[in-house]
């Protein structure tokens, strides 16, 4: 075993010339940015409020939904998202807290000691209403069965705006063979820019542009996916609410008629491709893989999955009599 | 950051623009040639932290070319490292922005509610005949003429401004306009003969009172008309700086008790007490010293875009160090060393004015580091607005300057716990920051004598439409709306008055029977109105108010962000039962219509985020309690 010190001196006299050969900058060093922010030491307390005349005992940092939901209530949600950071634009979790002016937000809103919330006043049931007959009016909900059963019980009536009302109708945009992006479904959730960005992907393909009721998804200048930054990840399928975002195997099959949930089976298995170990749900109907999830919960995936385990099955469907002659 | 960039480039042009503002690219990742030395290195660390420069950028592409192009967002992207469809999704949010080509001048002209009453209808009809329809071009392609929002030019309706782009970028206000004005500036601009010189604010036109009172009896107005305004001589020959000197003189903590003494409360709409707002960051000072990337910031919010509002933009034009001065006391006491104004896009003449006044206060140690030789740094930046109302709520306003799409962000937290970049950051508009160097100087307790016990000191009020002599009034608060409109000459058109629009676009109407109302927030308050802004818009007997209400609701229609539902399609329907009312074939029966419009109402009310959609009601709903105008 010969010395390392010989070894490392040896390195230096042999290879002289390099110093002379190496022309680029310095490599340069990011100076140290401040002391590094420890994690808070305390301990996290537990705070009670008061929701519906019940008293519930939640962690600090606890959102009223979270709250809302220890105590059973199901508050209806449309932008939110565990594995999302919270954008609360879509309202209709609004709640009426007591001393607010307003009515907030129960997705993003933590609790405060003491708060005072009602989740089923008169105030909060007009705001939920309104906003799904916003919504509905203006949006093409019917692959948002979600947001049908939501429109039942707050008794939402989007025709009351007339024939001659603004949607967001518009052709279904198919540019690529995996995913098609059909914005008359779209209801700005936010959700597939958070997940093309910091919350999963940061790749920033998409963005919202435009102000107002014209603001929209798009890439820049709206060029179609292949010329933009689109890894076809498609995590953003994985999180849209309304089935704007769908697989083109699904759109294929609704367009041709064919897609049938009730026939389809759900397989949990361990993606193929690499060591990461990402975990697939396979959704199959009638013994042909039709899409792949991945579920929300899992440690690794929190669901999102790229483009090998989300589109790259169809080798497993090669039969042999089509693999040959 | 690691981009993916479509295959257009950037003309030379446009590199120059953005170059002429950032400096030469460092290396091929920021868009200079690719060497080989670039094939050896990675310089992309630190992703986004130029990313508050990209509003600043897109206004030096604009100026200099008069459009947005998708090469020129390429190269924003490489220069900055934000991602393409993000630069895009920015852009795309302004109004003053085109991504699509466009003349290089454009005349834009007012038809908002007060250019309405003083012949904004016939301005554009006239246009049209003269240059064609809005949005075509004219002079011979090379520019086009487009109606626009409130142009903040109330006082001298109609308005019009008109923008050059070029090297040298030109904007004139024409105000009042007529269509052979508006035509020979276009032609002037077109041939490169856009007069050089600036406008001149018009004292007698705009401050009506400067020269009846000598300026005695006012406190906000003193100034203006009584010395150069571009004259740091001048303003301090007129007490200008000793607010500062006697702050400096009281200490920090000082400074506050006399702010807290004189009761001022802000004066942009929302009427918080100003003092707290600034101990809230002053109470967080020893946090400044510990760690050092927890900065502070004060922002004058002078993105005055509410409809019929122009006091901050006389302020701004007339006493710009006034406005300096504010700041300066704010960052003394708040421990920011960092201020920006957000300065409206449509007013060139208060930037060029403010930013000639931040020049000659560096120079003489007024701005800068260890400020009159104190140990106390305090600078000054300029950020423009690029056409977008939403940009004056204050959360929208911190996305504006970090280079998001201007967006208004859910509160709590709110701006004093984590406001610009994340932290602590006072907000205050024109007139509450001009309001502080005299209270200073003179004591908060004098001050807070003026005006009522709840409304302290005095308000300046933006009178326009139907009036005698418009233009911008101050009169100590708790005066009726009576006796300013007697002040202001009385009503003007055919002298009966029918309504009086008070607060702007997301104020209220009153009837006037109401004219007794005190001016002040507790008097407003008590009949359903809001001073908000300090807008003051006549009406006479011959307006449709029905045609101001549509006005109205499409203005917000235009000028929501779009980001939450209940504001995105509440403003959009709003207006469409508006129309159906207006078109007489509604829904069901009128009174059906307005009783959705009322359910609306109250959702936007309830479940905006903001104050945009939060407002964006109110005075449709005061009309309809005052007036039955669709029965």
């Known amino acids: ?325 | 950051m690691d981009l993916h960039l479509t295959n257009a480039q950037a003309t030379a042009e446009e590199r120059a623009a953005v170059d002429s503002l950032l400096g030469a690219p460092d290396s091929s990742w920021h868009g200079a040639q690719r060497l080989g030395a670039d094939t050896r290195s990675a310089s992309n660390g630190h992703a986004g932290s130029q990313r508050h420069r990209l509003l600043p950028v897109l206004h030096a592409l604009h100026n200099r070319i008069g459009w947005i192009s998708p090469g020129a967002i390429n190269y924003a992207s490489l220069r900055l490292d934000i991602a393409p469809a993000e630069v895009h999704g920015v852009a795309s949010f302004y109004g003053m922005f085109s991504l699509t080509e466009r003349p290089a001048v454009v005349a834009h002209v007012c038809d908002d509610i007060a250019c309405l009453t003083r012949g904004a209808d016939k301005l554009c009809a006239d246009l049209e005949k003269k240059l064609g329809a809005a949005g075509s071009p004219c002079a011979g392609g090379r520019a086009t003429w487009q109606r626009s929002q409130c142009l903040g030019l109330c006082e001298r309706a109609p308005a019009a401004l008109v923008s050059a782009a070029g090297v040298k970028h030109q904007e004139r206000v024409l105000a009042p306009a007529s269509a052979d004005s508006v035509a020979s500036l276009i032609n002037e601009a077109v041939a490169g003969r856009m007069p050089a010189a600036p406008d001149e604010l018009s004292i007698q036109l705009s401050v009506p009172q400067a020269e009846k009172q000598n300026g005695s009896a006012l406190r906000l107005l003193q100034r203006i008309g009584h010395g150069d305004a571009a004259s740091l001589a001048d303003y301090q020959r007129l007490g200008g700086y000793e607010g500062l000197r006697k702050a400096i003189a009281l200490g920090a903590e000082g400074t506050l008790r006399e702010l807290s003494a004189s009761k001022l409360l802000g004066r942009g709409g929302a009427a918080f007490p100003t003092a707290k707002k600034w101990e809230a960051l002053f109470l967080q000072r020893n946090l400044l010293q510990e760690d050092f990337r927890r900065a502070h910031y004060v922002i004058c919010n002078a993105d005055e875009s509410e409809p019929g509002t122009f006091k901050d933009r006389i302020l701004m034009e007339g006493d710009p160090f006034a406005v300096l001065e504010g700041m300066t006391i704010a960052g003394f006491v708040t421990g920011a060393t960092k201020g920006f104004i957000y300065l409206r896009g449509e007013y060139p003449l208060a930037a060029e004015r403010v930013q000639h006044a931040i020049d000659i206060a560096n120079n003489n140690n007024f701005l800068g580091k260890n400020l009159l030789s104190k140990s106390f740094d305090f600078n000054i930046e300029i950020r423009r607005g690029a056409g977008a109302y939403i940009c004056g709520e204050e959360t929208a306003l911190f996305n504006s300057i970090e280079g998001y799409r201007g967006e208004p962000r859910n509160k709590p937290p709110f701006p004093t716990q984590a406001g610009l970049f994340r932290q602590p950051t006072a907000v205050n508009n024109v007139e509450t920051l001009v309001n502080v160097p005299g209270i200073i100087r003179e004591g908060g307790a004098a001050y807070a004598k003026l005006g009522t016990e709840n409304s302290a000191g005095t308000r300046l009020f933006c009178l326009c439409g139907h009036i005698a002599r418009p233009g911008v009034y101050e009169i100590a608060m708790g005066s009726t709306l009576r006796q300013l409109i007697e002040l202001a000459g009385g009503v003007a058109g055919s002298g009966k008055l029918q309504a009086v629009l008070l607060g702007g676009a997301a104020g209220a109407f009153m009837a006037p029977k109401e004219l007794d109302t005190p001016l002040t927030f507790e008097g407003t308050r008590s009949i359903g109105a809001t001073l908000g802004s300090g807008v003051v818009m006549l009406f006479d007997d011959s307006v449709d108010l029905r045609r101001i209400l549509l006005r109205i609701a499409s203005f917000f229609r235009n000028e929501t962000c779009g980001q939450c539902v209940p504001c995105r399609v509440g403003v959009t329907r709003q207006e469409e039962a508006l129309q159906r009312l207006i078109a007489a074939k509604p829904l069901g029966s009128a009174a059906q219509e307005l009783n959705l419009i009322r359910e609306m109402a109250q959702a936007m009310r309830d479940a905006s985020i903001c104050g945009l959609g939060q407002t964006a009601a109110s005075a449709l709903e005061s009309a309809l309690q005052r007036w039955s105008l669709f029965a």
Not at chain 1, 31 to 39: C, F, I, N, T, Y
Not at chain 1, 87 to 99: I, K, M, P, Q, Y
Not at chain 1, 213 to 224: G, L, Q, W
């Open chain 1, 1 to 325: 075993m010969s010395k390392p010190s010989t070894d490392m001196n040896q390195i230096e006299i042999n290879q002289p010339e390099m110093k002379s050969v190496v022309n680029a900058p310095q490599p340069t060093i990011p100076l140290p940015r401040g002391p590094v922010p420890q994690a808070p030491t305390r301990e996290s307390r537990s705070i009670e409020i008061k929701i519906d005349g019940h008293s519930v005992s939640v962690p600090e940092g606890s959102t009223i939904l979270d709250a809302g939901r220890q105590l059973g209530i199901e508050t209806p949600t449309l932008c939110f998202l565990e594995s999302l950071t919270p954008v609360n634009v879509c309202r209709v979790c609004v709640v009426e807290l007591e001393g607010s002016r307003t009515l907030v937000p129960a997705c993003s809103r933590k609790v405060e000691a003491n708060m005072s919330i009602k989740t089923d006043s008169e105030r909060v049931r007009l705001s939920r209403k309104l906003v799904l007959e916003f919504l509905a009016s203006s949006v093409d909900l019917s692959t948002a069965p979600k947001m049908q059963e939501y429109m039942e019980r707050y008794g939402a009536q989007p025709d009351r705006f007339g024939e001659t009302r603004a949607t967001v109708a518009q052709p279904v945009k198919v540019d690529n063979d995996l995913y098609v992006r059909d914005y008359s479904k779209c209801v700005l959730c936010y959700k597939c820019v958070e997940a093309c960005g910091v919350d999963a992907q940061n790749t920033f393909a998409i963005a919202v542009a435009g102000r107002g009721f014209s603001a929209h998804i798009a890439t820049e200048f709206d060029v179609p996916l292949p010329d933009s930054a689109c890894v076809y990840c498609g995590n953003c399928i994985g999180v849209c609410p309304t089935g704007a975002l769908m697989f083109k195997s699904e759109f294929d099959m609704r367009q041709a008629g064919t897609w049938d949930e009730s026939k389809q089976m759900q397989t949990d298995t361990i993606c193929p491709y690499c060591g990461v170990g990402c975990d697939l749900t396979v959704h199959a109907q009638d013994g042909k893989i039709v899409r792949v999830t991945s579920p929300l919960d899992h440690s690794v995936t929190h669901g999102n999955l790229c483009i090998k385990g989300r589109f790259g099955w169809q080798f497993v469907q090669i039969q042999p009599a089509e693999n040959g002659k």
